[in-house]
């Protein structure tokens, strides 16, 4: 029997927190004994009322069903939008979330949809996140939630809270996942297109953009270019062919703009590189380490542990275990198709 999805609307909603999570959805699809394919969703938008809605991009939504018609929810996912932020709005949506709440399953809030979802008091006590630029509103606006408004998603309990935008979807795979497994949740990823999957404790935006932000000279494609050659050995002299600088402007330059050396700079990207690949894949510790340009593993397993305090062997024992079963049933399911 498929899960119904409702995916609340409203006025100056962000498009994209309705109709990436809403493509996820309606993506995953899973094989039934003829060997055809069948939805796992029925994925449904519901508002307050039957009007056609405006987005805050100039989108127009209309929505499937009213407060009044909506049937019942395994899940509802309240996306983010300006008017989520206006206290009055959202008072007006808070009593239908909470009557919603008492017979659904799970909730999930994207990006500014956690002030409404907070309106309602069921987030008191928990950990939520929100689009990092408005974690201080909601913080200050409602003092009893515990914020973390670094990571991309969050559960606590029945209640998921994402970052913005893109995060969005990040959340709806990570829902798949939880409801049929990593393998249709990969097969959804492949179909949208996009990284396969980022996990919920990571980092709203990457260090390279975080880095490529902070320049507006012409350092500012370095750290980009930086993360897709950590394969090469990257040298002082390398940059500053790449930058037309001389090698001594590319060390006063770098540091003066990131506030670190080079070095550093490219260690730091090629560790959290490694941490991902020893839990996403089973790539022996000896392949990650040439992937990413360490000349032998006993140079990188000295890196690694420096840096994290535990060996890549360890760090992989403890969070990467599971993932590489996983992998191995998807890549078997793969071959016999």
Excluded at 38 to 63: D, H, I, Q, W
Excluded at 303 to 332: D, H, K, L, N, T
Aim: charged share 25%.
């Amino acid at each position: 029997m498929r899960k119904r999805i409702g995916i609340l609307i409203y006025r100056d909603v962000q498009a994209l927190d309705v109709a990436g999570p809403m493509d996820a959805f309606a993506a995953a699809t899973t094989a039934n004994g003829s060997g055809s394919s069948v939805p796992v969703y029925e994925v449904f938008t519901v508002a307050p009322s039957s009007r056609a809605l405006v987005s805050e991009s100039g989108l127009t939504f209309k929505p499937h069903y009213t407060f009044d018609s909506c049937p019942g929810m395994d899940t509802l996912v309240i996306p983010g939008g300006c008017s989520m932020r206006d206290p009055q709005f959202v008072a007006g949506l808070a009593p239908w979330i909470a009557q919603s709440a008492r017979r659904t399953r799970r909730i999930a809030a994207i990006c500014t949809g956690a002030f409404g979802l907070a309106a309602t008091g069921l987030l008191r006590g928990r950990c939520v996140t929100t689009h990092w630029r408005f974690a201080t509103e909601l913080s200050a606006r409602y003092p009893e939630l515990r914020i973390d408004a670094n990571a991309l998603f969050l559960r606590d309990g029945p209640y998921y809270t994402s970052a913005g935008i893109t995060a969005g979807i990040d959340l709806a795979l990570a829902l798949i996942e939880e409801d049929v497994g990593r393998a249709v949740s990969l097969q959804v990823a492949r179909e949208l297109v996009v990284y396969l999957r980022r996990a919920g404790g990571q980092a709203q935006y990457s260090e390279p953009l975080e880095f490529e932000a902070r320049s507006v000279d012409r350092l500012s494609d370095i750290t980009r270019w930086i993360a897709t050659h950590l394969h090469k050995k990257i040298t002082v002299d390398a940059l500053a062919r790449r930058t037309n600088l001389g090698p001594r402007q590319v060390l006063r330059r770098f540091r003066a703009t990131f506030g670190t050396t080079p070095a550093d700079f490219v260690e730091s990207l090629r560790m959290k590189e490694a941490q991902r690949r020893l839990v996403m894949s089973d790539s022996s510790i000896k392949r990650v380490a040439t992937s990413l340009g360490y000349r032998s593993t006993h140079v990188f397993r000295r890196a690694f542990e420096r840096r994290f305090g535990v060996s890549p062997g360890a760090y992989r024992e403890r969070f990467g275990g599971r993932m590489r079963g996983q992998f191995a049933a998807i890549r078997s399911a793969a071959s016999d198709r």
